[in-house]
Every structure is written in structure tokens, then in C-alpha cells.
């Protein structure tokens, strides 16, 4: 035993010496990061031969350093250092333009300086902060291991941060302002490398980031590829392993969006660990500057009037008794209530007068371009912002998209029917404008049969009808899946009426459609018909279980009276999911992996990393009509 330990031992010896290895004695107050940082490498390198290190790191230990890939020729470099503020009290006449050349420093600079100046004009009397910065020349800076570099047509951010071997989030900290796409041409901060490091790219490939806490066993059911086939893939890993952040070469035919398939829901309530006081901000639109609280008629008048407000308001109200609910699970919540006015420049303001650099979330806002600018505004700090009620326009990497995507829900109800192993045939029923997209349904299924609307003889544009006759002899005994593909309410109406009279006896007609739109709705629109019919479309919510005991249902009843809304349940869910996550891990990207999927009152939360950005939400319902209720499919 001794030999082969002497043997093994001068066989690492001598391959550490032929790859130019060498051994650092770790001295009292270095830590793994400025060892790294002395001899160019990563942290990561120095554990990847030292996995002891991680919990055995001490003085007179010594560590194995790789060598080093970075060029470090001397480089003079000239920067700036920001030493401090001059204030200022702005004159008549006086523009960002003057003051630049003034003080010798950029408009952006001053901007930064003085938040409000992005959304206000700067006017006389303003105070502002002029940074005031010197001038260092430096031979041996850690930023010499920086190069240019050009983006190439199709390179995207994973393909460059996978080129140069770092991360994606490595590649945004070298480049504080690169836009969330990028684009050909634009010039990048990237490792010095040296040119035979770099990793050639195939844009015949896909790549892909891999999230905190997945190992292999996640990334075979998330991608369907074994540790072996990554590792074909990717040689390197036989060495690293996996660590988060890392971009991952995988065939381009693999869907990086995440396999759909069942995923158990999740105890969150047994996995609470962090009990800190969790810091979330509500921006809403309240409109209270429209509100004038010494008149209570107005102000009733003003809610009845205002589906907006109702709306809000009964949101504000489900966050807030998910706020009891985490209290009496151990979670204590600040929470810091904003008005966002439904305004950009009421927007500005909120974010030039608070700080949230240290929020744990921050939910809202509602309108589209003010949550864009929230969220864009919140990424360099990487706090979370959530999407409560609609799809973003910019999924930024901070990002919760709490809506999932609406193909998704297409696909979902396509996945729901392909797996009822008792029906028969399919059948889609569709207007002309949606004749594509029910063509593309056709082709899911095969033997589908498509019926088309109608045209007017007079001038050829859709009449929105059919014949009774275009249903004769189409239904056979068994079980018929009927897809109706609309946004007219007449043609559904009627539709739907025809198809009730063709149920008999072994003869089951079961109505479906992708996309559940107002269509469905309305007094010409006859429940009971819905209900025979069974109608099963996808949703991002379902109606809570009257039939059950719900604490959070009989508290609202008690205060108010009433069933709670959708928004209501959705104000809760949210909430109280954001909380019990923020409870399990050390934050919410953490605790968002796509294995883990909540469910409260009406709603479900499974989240998924997409491509270019942040979170998007995958867990989708499909729910039918049954004896006039809105109830989940089976």
C-alpha cells in the first residue's frame, strides 16, 4: 500500500510539473479571492484542485495553483477614481450640457449622481451632486487581464461567456452597461486570454447557463442529457464539474426552455430556514393624488367608477393577508407600500427617493413601461421584480414573470389531449382568421379534421358560420376532442349550440380551444351547454374549491362579506409564494429552480430561467366546466 501511495503520489507530482503547476503556502488574513487574484486564475480553479480548501482553509496550508491562461503583459492604464461631490445650486440658464464641460466630467456621470435628472428636466434652484474624480496611471492593475472585444453576428451572451470561459453573470460584471441584447458590433470587456484558450463557437450548437444548486441529475430532466453526453460536450467538465453560472455547450435541437413534464408541488412550509425580516416594496398604481380622502361619497364613487382602482385595491388587499399568513408561519415582512400614480414621472421619483439596493422584492409596477423601468432600473443590484399581472415587455435578467407565455398554454392543452388515451378522433372548428394556427393544430394530431367557417356569397369575407350539415356524420360513437378556434362571439355561440344537439347516447362530445377569450363569454353564451360539453381550455389560474375549508376564503368572507376576487387570490398567492421562497433559500433566484413548483389558492408557480433573461412562470392549469363550476382537469 505504501509503494502505490508513492507511486500515485510522484505520478500527480510529475503531472502537476509537466502542466507548470505551482504550490502557494496560504499566509494569515489571504482568502481564496485575493490568492486568485495574485496569480490570475479564478476561485474556481484554485477549488478544482484543492476541494479541501473549501472547508479546510488555514494558514501554512498549502494550495495547488494552476497556471495561469491570462496574458499579463505590463499595460500603462490611465483611469478615473471617484473621490467624492461638489454641490451645486443650478443657475438661470444653466443645462447638463454647460456643467459637463464645466466640471469636466460627462452628463451620464452627473445623471448617476442625481437620479431624478432621468425622468425630470434639471431647472433653477435644483441642488445637485457633481462627482469629483483624479486621474490614476497604473502598470500592474488586476483590469489588465481585460481585453476588447467585438460582438460577431448571432453571438449572443452565452455564446461569448461560454468563448471565454467565464459566466454569464462574469461577463455582465466586466460590462456594467451592456443592454440586455446585445448587438454586432457593440465592443465587450473580456479575459485577456490568450488567443488558443478561447473556445471556438458553433452556431450550429445551443448553449446553456447553468442555475444555482442543478447538478446532473437535474440537467438530464431539464435538457434529456446524460453527465456523459455534456461531458462529450463539454471535456472540461470531467475536471470542473458543474458550477452555477457556467455556460454549457448542448445540441441545438434540445429545448433550453425546459421539458414540460409533471413536476410534484412543493412543501414549502417544511423547507423554512431563513427567518430574516424579508424587505419588499408594493408599486402600485393607487392614484391617491386623485383621491380626496375628507369625502367618503367621492371616494366610494371613485372606487365603484375605477375598475383600475377595484382592481389594485383588491390585490393590495390579498398581499396583505399574505402578510398574516407568513406572520404566522415565522416569516416577519417590512413591507413599503408605493404609489406609483400610473405615471412614468411619478415612477422616476419613487426610484431617484428610495434606496433598494438591499429589497429582497419588489412587486409591480403595473403598467408595462413603468415596470420596464423599474426593472432595468433595479438590475444592477439584482433585486428581484415581479411581474404580478401581466406579461413584461423586457424580461431582464431580475425578472419574475409571474404570466406564463401564451404558447405555452397552447402547448399545454395540445400536451393534455395528445396523453386522454380514450378519445377517438379530433375535430377543429375555426373562423378564418385563425386559420394558420388551427392548421398548425391539425398537424398535432393525426386523422384530425379541420372545419373552417363559412364565407358570404355576396362578398367573400368571413361570414363567421357553418351548416348543420358540415357536422353530419362527423361524430362516432366514443369520445370526440372538438377544438373551436375564435375570437367571434356569435360564431361561438352558435357553434356551441349546435354541438350540444349532437350529444345522444354513446356519443361523447368534449369542447376544448386554446386560447379562451371573450369569445366564450357573455349572455349569449349558455353555461349549461358548457358544462354538458365539458369545455377544457388552459388557464393560468383556477377558481378555489368552495367545497372545501379554505382559512384564507373564510377570513375574507368574515371582514368583507363576500368571496374574494381572482385578484384577491392572486394578490395572496404571489405574496405569500414570495415570502416562504425568500424563507427557504438565501434569496428568490435561489429558491426559483425549475423543479420547484408551489400552489396556493388559485394559482401555481413553477419558474424557469429563460434564454435571454430572468424567470418565466411554467406552471399552467387546465380546468373544464362541470355542472356549472370551474373546476381542474383530471
Same mark, same amino acid.
Given at each position: 500500500m505504501k509503494h502505490i501511495l508513492t507511486i500515485i503520489l510522484i505520478a500527480f507530482t510529475v503531472t502537476l510539473s509537466a502542466q507548470?503547476? *505551482?504550490?502557494? !503556502?496560504?499566509?494569515s488574513g489571504e482568502t481564496i479571492e485575493s490568492i486568485a487574484k *495574485?496569480?490570475? %486564475?479564478?476561485?474556481?480553479? =484554485?477549488?478544482?484542485?484543492?476541494?479541501?480548501?473549501?472547508?479546510?482553509?488555514q494558514p501554512n496550508s498549502v494550495l495547488i495553483i494552476p497556471n495561469s491562461k491570462i496574458k499579463n503583459e505590463p499595460i500603462e492604464e490611465e483611469f478615473r477614481e471617484l473621490i467624492g461631490y461638489k454641490?451645486?445650486?443650478?443657475?438661470? !440658464?444653466?443645462?447638463? +450640457?454647460?456643467?459637463?464641460?464645466?466640471?469636466?466630467?460627462?452628463?451620464?456621470?452627473?445623471?448617476?449622481?442625481n437620479r431624478f435628472l432621468y425622468s425630470e428636466n434639471l431647472k433653477k434652484g435644483d441642488r445637485i451632486r457633481i462627482p469629483r474624480y483624479r486621474t490614476v496611471i497604473s502598470? *500592474?492593475? +488586476?483590469?489588465?487581464?481585460?481585453?476588447?472585444?467585438? %460582438?460577431?453576428?448571432?453571438?449572443? !451572451?452565452?455564446?461569448?461567456?461560454?468563448?471565454?470561459?467565464?459566466?454569464v453573470a462574469e461577463l455582465e460584471n466586466l460590462n456594467p452597461g451592456m443592454s440586455e441584447v446585445i448587438q454586432p458590433g457593440d465592443e465587450l470587456n473580456v479575459p485577456n486570454i490568450k488567443d488558443k484558450e478561447e473556445k471556438s463557437i458553433?452556431?450550429?450548437?445551443?448553449? +446553456?447557463?447553468?442555475?444555482?444548486?442543478?447538478?446532473?441529475y437535474r440537467l438530464e430532466k431539464k435538457l434529456g442529457l446524460s453527465q456523459e453526453q455534456l461531458e462529450v460536450l463539454n471535456p472540461e467538465l470531467k475536471e470542473t464539474g458543474l458550477k452555477a453560472g457556467m455556460v454549457l455547450k448542448i445540441p441545438?435541437?434540445?429545448? %433550453?426552455?425546459g421539458?414540460?413534464?409533471?413536476?410534484?408541488?412543493?412543501?414549502?412550509?417544511?423547507?423554512?430556514t431563513n427567518f430574516k425580516t424579508k424587505k419588499i416594496a408594493l408599486m402600485m398604481p393607487y392614484r391617491l393624488n386623485r383621491i380626496d380622502v375628507d369625502s367618503i361619497a367621492e371616494s366610494k364613487a371613485m372606487i365603484k367608477n375605477s375598475r383600475l382602482l377595484s382592481v389594485v385595491l383588491d390585490f393590495h388587499v390579498g398581499v396583505t393577508m399574505a402578510l398574516d399568513s407568513a406572520k404566522q408561519l415565522g416569516i416577519s415582512t417590512d413591507l413599503k407600500v408605493l404609489d406609483t400614480q400610473y405615471n412614468s414621472g411619478a415612477t422616476g421619483k419613487l426610484l431617484s427617493d428610495n434606496d433598494f439596493s438591499d429589497y429582497d422584492a419588489v412587486i409591480g409596477p403595473m403598467e408595462e413601461g413603468n415596470f420596464d423601468r423599474v426593472a432595468s432600473a433595479l438590475k444592477r443590484d439584482n433585486v428581484p421584480v415581479i411581474a404580478a399581472m401581466k406579461k413584461p415587455k423586457k424580461v431582464y435578467s431580475n425578472v419574475f414573470q409571474t404570466v406564463p407565455e401564451d404558447k405555452l398554454l397552447r402547448k399545454t392543452m395540445i400536451d393534455f389531449v395528445k396523453a386522454d388515451s380514450l378519445k377517438t378522433e379530433v375535430i377543429i372548428i375555426s373562423d378564418r382568421a385563425h386559420k394558420a394556427s388551427s392548421e398548425a393544430l391539425k398537424a398535432e394530431f393525426d386523422g384530425a379534421k379541420l372545419i373552417l367557417s363559412r364565407t358570404n356569397k355576396k362578398n367573400p369575407i368571413d361570414g363567421f358560420f357553418i351548416y348543420e350539415t358540415d357536422l353530419e356524420n362527423v361524430f362516432k360513437a366514443g369520445k370526440t376532442i372538438v377544438f373551436l378556434e375564435t375570437s367571434s362571439n356569435a360564431f361561438a355561440s352558435s357553434v356551441i349550440s349546435m354541438l350540444n344537439g349532437l350529444i345522444v347516447d354513446r356519443t361523447e362530445i368534449v369542447l376544448a380551444t386554446l386560447d379562451k377569450n371573450k369569445a366564450f363569454e357573455g349572455k349569449n353564451i349558455d353555461n349549461n351547454n358548457l358544462s354538458n360539453l365539458k369545455f377544457h381550455y388552459p388557464s393560468v389560474n383556477k377558481d378555489f374549491d368552495e367545497s372545501r375549508s379554505n382559512a384564507f376564503v373564510r377570513s375574507y368572507r368574515k371582514e368583507y362579506g363576500v368571496s374574494p376576487s381572482k385578484y384577491v387570490a392572486r394578490g395572496f398567492d404571489i405574496t405569500l409564494d414570495i415570502l416562504m421562497r425568500l424563507?427557504?433559500?438565501?434569496?428568490?433566484?435561489?429558491?426559483?429552480?425549475?423543479?420547484?413548483?408551489?400552489?396556493? =389558492?388559485?394559482? !401555481?408557480?413553477?419558474?424557469?430561467?429563460?434564454?435571454?433573461?430572468?424567470?418565466?412562470?411554467?406552471? =399552467?392549469? =387546465?380546468?373544464? +366546466?362541470?355542472?356549472?363550476?370551474i373546476v381542474k382537469a383530471d
Amino acid at each position: 500500500m505504501k509503494h502505490i501511495l508513492t507511486i500515485i503520489l510522484i505520478a500527480f507530482t510529475v503531472t502537476l510539473s509537466a502542466q507548470n503547476y *505551482q504550490e502557494h !503556502k496560504v499566509k494569515s488574513g489571504e482568502t481564496i479571492e485575493s490568492i486568485a487574484k *495574485q496569480y490570475l %486564475v479564478t476561485p474556481f480553479d =484554485i477549488y478544482a484542485l484543492n476541494p479541501d480548501a473549501k472547508s479546510n482553509f488555514q494558514p501554512n496550508s498549502v494550495l495547488i495553483i494552476p497556471n495561469s491562461k491570462i496574458k499579463n503583459e505590463p499595460i500603462e492604464e490611465e483611469f478615473r477614481e471617484l473621490i467624492g461631490y461638489k454641490k451645486h445650486k443650478v443657475k438661470r !440658464k444653466e443645462t447638463l +450640457y454647460g456643467l459637463s464641460k464645466k466640471y469636466a466630467v460627462s452628463e451620464e456621470e452627473i445623471k448617476k449622481a442625481n437620479r431624478f435628472l432621468y425622468s425630470e428636466n434639471l431647472k433653477k434652484g435644483d441642488r445637485i451632486r457633481i462627482p469629483r474624480y483624479r486621474t490614476v496611471i497604473s502598470k *500592474q492593475t +488586476y483590469s489588465n487581464t481585460v481585453k476588447k472585444y467585438k %460582438v460577431l453576428p448571432s453571438e449572443g !451572451k452565452w455564446r461569448i461567456a461560454y468563448k471565454f470561459g467565464i459566466t454569464v453573470a462574469e461577463l455582465e460584471n466586466l460590462n456594467p452597461g451592456m443592454s440586455e441584447v446585445i448587438q454586432p458590433g457593440d465592443e465587450l470587456n473580456v479575459p485577456n486570454i490568450k488567443d488558443k484558450e478561447e473556445k471556438s463557437i458553433e452556431m450550429t450548437s445551443n448553449y +446553456y447557463e447553468v442555475l444555482p444548486k442543478e447538478g446532473f441529475y437535474r440537467l438530464e430532466k431539464k435538457l434529456g442529457l446524460s453527465q456523459e453526453q455534456l461531458e462529450v460536450l463539454n471535456p472540461e467538465l470531467k475536471e470542473t464539474g458543474l458550477k452555477a453560472g457556467m455556460v454549457l455547450k448542448i445540441p441545438s435541437e434540445v429545448d %433550453v426552455a425546459g421539458n414540460l413534464s409533471a413536476v410534484e408541488t412543493t412543501s414549502l412550509a417544511s423547507k423554512l430556514t431563513n427567518f430574516k425580516t424579508k424587505k419588499i416594496a408594493l408599486m402600485m398604481p393607487y392614484r391617491l393624488n386623485r383621491i380626496d380622502v375628507d369625502s367618503i361619497a367621492e371616494s366610494k364613487a371613485m372606487i365603484k367608477n375605477s375598475r383600475l382602482l377595484s382592481v389594485v385595491l383588491d390585490f393590495h388587499v390579498g398581499v396583505t393577508m399574505a402578510l398574516d399568513s407568513a406572520k404566522q408561519l415565522g416569516i416577519s415582512t417590512d413591507l413599503k407600500v408605493l404609489d406609483t400614480q400610473y405615471n412614468s414621472g411619478a415612477t422616476g421619483k419613487l426610484l431617484s427617493d428610495n434606496d433598494f439596493s438591499d429589497y429582497d422584492a419588489v412587486i409591480g409596477p403595473m403598467e408595462e413601461g413603468n415596470f420596464d423601468r423599474v426593472a432595468s432600473a433595479l438590475k444592477r443590484d439584482n433585486v428581484p421584480v415581479i411581474a404580478a399581472m401581466k406579461k413584461p415587455k423586457k424580461v431582464y435578467s431580475n425578472v419574475f414573470q409571474t404570466v406564463p407565455e401564451d404558447k405555452l398554454l397552447r402547448k399545454t392543452m395540445i400536451d393534455f389531449v395528445k396523453a386522454d388515451s380514450l378519445k377517438t378522433e379530433v375535430i377543429i372548428i375555426s373562423d378564418r382568421a385563425h386559420k394558420a394556427s388551427s392548421e398548425a393544430l391539425k398537424a398535432e394530431f393525426d386523422g384530425a379534421k379541420l372545419i373552417l367557417s363559412r364565407t358570404n356569397k355576396k362578398n367573400p369575407i368571413d361570414g363567421f358560420f357553418i351548416y348543420e350539415t358540415d357536422l353530419e356524420n362527423v361524430f362516432k360513437a366514443g369520445k370526440t376532442i372538438v377544438f373551436l378556434e375564435t375570437s367571434s362571439n356569435a360564431f361561438a355561440s352558435s357553434v356551441i349550440s349546435m354541438l350540444n344537439g349532437l350529444i345522444v347516447d354513446r356519443t361523447e362530445i368534449v369542447l376544448a380551444t386554446l386560447d379562451k377569450n371573450k369569445a366564450f363569454e357573455g349572455k349569449n353564451i349558455d353555461n349549461n351547454n358548457l358544462s354538458n360539453l365539458k369545455f377544457h381550455y388552459p388557464s393560468v389560474n383556477k377558481d378555489f374549491d368552495e367545497s372545501r375549508s379554505n382559512a384564507f376564503v373564510r377570513s375574507y368572507r368574515k371582514e368583507y362579506g363576500v368571496s374574494p376576487s381572482k385578484y384577491v387570490a392572486r394578490g395572496f398567492d404571489i405574496t405569500l409564494d414570495i415570502l416562504m421562497r425568500l424563507a427557504s433559500e438565501d434569496n428568490l433566484f435561489e429558491a426559483s429552480s425549475a423543479d420547484i413548483e408551489t400552489e396556493h =389558492i388559485e394559482n !401555481k408557480f413553477r419558474y424557469n430561467k429563460s434564454l435571454f433573461g430572468g424567470y418565466v412562470n411554467e406552471a =399552467i392549469y =387546465i380546468v373544464k +366546466y362541470d355542472n356549472l363550476r370551474i373546476v381542474k382537469a383530471d
